[in-house]
């Protein structure tokens, strides 16, 4: 039987998406997060509120629907006045038999992006540096309102260009040919929680194209949003990563650390990005200086060097390698906001994250950390294996449709139960020519 079944969308034309995220607020919290990465105070990093829906669910963006208020065309640039080339429903996807098992990991790349005028990122960069601050404290609740920036990943025009130049920089050898996705973690974390159709799960759209004859090239740039909430939602996201966390040096001028991992999952050879809170310092072993990135790792600061502009991306070489064993997912909790395990286990199992520290609190007081090593913990149940499954589907639908359209930038628009493939008015690729050809077979 098989494992999808395709209807025909009866019209041509989307009206009114309307995507609606999640975010928090309140003025000295922020300023603490703001501060510390180098953000102006009215603004808040576009690809830390809008581009991962685990982190548009968490307290650290969360408010109670009433209050959000997004607005934006998810279908600006796309050729929506024809019947969009295939309609998938979420409830026709079914989990095939494939293993939900991640083998052969290896950390590939990292870097930070940066608020500069001119597209920078740091490389190899790293995490905020996790400061185990003494408990209880107390902090105010974060900023009201926020305007959020563009995608930093977006900035060059060619989104995956950071994550192939930090591979490069890495060392790391990469058969991009043998590749079959090449994605962020939060896009997988949006087209699973689109499968679940749980907490009513908001419109987006993931831009694609292909690699060579079959790579999945996935990526998200949207239009900047307005978020809102009313002064009853209080949140401390922001506060708290600014008040347990500081910035290594080199990395002052820092706004997200980046990691890349590859490995086999789902049936699928893939290359994953995501974004990082902080690292263990005690985690990370002491070595000489000039080692290098490698399987089995050991680690060395690198110093500030001098700055090389490549494809139009600036790169400056400063932060340190941290390996994968030291890294820290955060996030906070209150009786109000209770995190849900299958938004939270799939997230740290697609990052192979190994460290989990929770905020608990009450109304920003009272704080108390509890810190998990969910390295050995990380099992997925039932639900979560099928829902695994059923992406593992989902990714290989999509590419064959791209295959199929090869030649073509296409979008993926999800509304509701419903995803819908366009073709879009830009030719303009991801990534510039000569990085393109990585993917060509000879």
Request: glycine share 6%.
């Amino acid at each position: 039987m098989s494992l999808l079944r395709l209807r025909a969308s009866h019209n041509g034309e989307v009206h009114g998406v309307q995507s609606k995220h999640a975010a928090a607020a309140s003025q000295t919290g922020m300023e603490r997060w703001s501060i510390q990465r180098n953000i102006p105070q009215d603004m808040v990093p576009y690809d830390q509120a809008i581009s991962d829906p685990y982190r548009a669910f968490s307290c650290k963006y969360w408010k109670p629907k009433q209050h959000q208020k997004q607005s934006c065309d998810l279908l600006e640039g796309l050729i929506s006045f024809r019947p969009p080339i295939k309609t998938l429903f979420a409830s026709d996807i079914l989990p095939g038999d494939v293993s939900t098992d991640i083998n052969n990991a290896e950390h590939v790349g990292s870097y930070n992006s940066t608020r500069e005028r001119e597209p920078t990122i740091i490389v190899p960069g790293s995490p905020p540096e996790w400061i185990d601050h003494p408990v209880p404290f107390t902090l105010e609740p974060d900023s009201k309102s926020r305007l959020l920036g563009e995608n930093p990943h977006c900035k060059t025009g060619t989104p995956l260009l950071s994550l192939m130049k930090a591979v490069d920089a890495a060392g790391t050898a990469v058969d991009w040919r043998s590749i079959d996705v090449v994605t962020d973690r939060n896009i997988l974390r949006r087209l699973m929680r689109w499968l679940v159709q749980s907490h009513q799960p908001k419109d987006f759209r993931i831009d694609i194209e292909l690699g060579g004859d079959h790579t999945l090239l996935m990526n998200k740039c949207g239009p900047n949003v307005l978020l809102k909430h009313s002064k009853d939602a209080r949140c401390f996201g922001f506060g708290f990563e600014g008040a347990t966390t500081r910035n290594v040096e080199g990395c002052e001028r820092s706004t997200g650390h980046y990691r890349i991992i590859k490995y086999e999952c789902l049936g699928l050879s893939m290359i994953v990005r995501y974004e990082v809170d902080a690292y263990l310092p005690s985690a990370v072993p002491t070595v000489a200086k000039g080692s290098s990135i490698s399987a089995n790792k050991q680690f060395s600061p690198t110093t500030i060097a001098s700055k090389s502009t490549v494809d139009t991306l600036n790169i400056i070489h400063a932060g340190r390698e941290i390996p994968q064993s030291s890294i820290i997912e955060i996030t906070t909790r209150s009786p109000r906001t209770r995190r849900q395990r299958a938004e939270l286990a799939p997230r740290l199992y697609l990052s192979q994250t190994p460290f989990l520290y929770i905020g608990m609190h009450k109304d920003g007081k009272s704080w108390e950390m509890r810190k998990k090593n969910v390295a050995e913990d990380i099992q997925m149940k039932h639900k979560e294996v099928e829902t695994l499954q059923k992406l593992g589907q989902v990714l290989k639908v999509i590419r064959g449709i791209m295959v199929e359209n090869s030649g073509k930038k296409l979008s993926v628009i999800c509304e509701g139960e419903t995803l819908k493939i366009y073709e879009r008015i830009a030719k303009k690729s991801c990534l510039p020519e000569e990085v393109m050809k990585r993917f060509d077979v000879a």
